[in-house]
C-alpha cells in the first residue's frame, strides 16, 4: 500500500528550527518528484516546496527561500524538510505528497491528503 507519512512538527520559538520528515512505504521515493504544502487556519493549502526525482532540482515558494531547504534520503525512502528562521506565518500543517511539475510553473498533488505535521511558531 502506497502510503507518506509526516512527522516532526512541534511548537518553536521565532527564529527557531525544526526539520519534517516525509517517509515513505509501498514505493520507491526516488522515482517521483515530491513536494512539501502547508495549511494554515483558514486559508487555502500552498506549496511550500518540491524536489525532482533522482537528486534533480529544487523549488521553494518565495515566502521560504533561504531559510527552507529540501532534500531526500533515498537509503531511508525519505525526504525531509529543514525549515529554519521560522516566522509565526509559517504556522500550519504541513503534507507532503508525490507531485507532478516541480518546474518554474510550479508543482500539484498527485495523492490524497495525510495526516500532515503540525508546526506552530510562536513565543
Known amino acids: 500500500q502506497l502510503q507518506l507519512v509526516e512527522s516532526g512538527g512541534g511548537l518553536v520559538q521565532p527564529g527557531g528550527s525544526l526539520r519534517l520528515s516525509c517517509a515513505a512505504s509501498g514505493f520507491t521515493l526516488d522515482y517521483y518528484a515530491i513536494g512539501w504544502f502547508r495549511q494554515a487556519p483558514g486559508k487555502e493549502r500552498e506549496g511550500v516546496s518540491c524536489i525532482r526525482s533522482y537528486g534533480g532540482s529544487t523549488k521553494y515558494a518565495d515566502s521560504v527561500k533561504g531559510r527552507f531547504t529540501i532534500s531526500r534520503d533515498n537509503a531511508k525512502n525519505t525526504v525531509y524538510l529543514q525549515m529554519n528562521s521560522l516566522k509565526p506565518e509559517d504556522t500550519g500543517i504541513y503534507y507532503c505528497?508525490?507531485?507532478?511539475?516541480?518546474?518554474?510553473?510550479?508543482?500539484?498533488?498527485?495523492?490524497?491528503w495525510g495526516q500532515g505535521t503540525q508546526v506552530t511558531v510562536s513565543s
Open positions: 505528497a508525490r507531485v507532478r511539475g516541480c518546474t518554474s510553473s510550479g508543482f500539484s498533488p498527485l495523492d490524497s
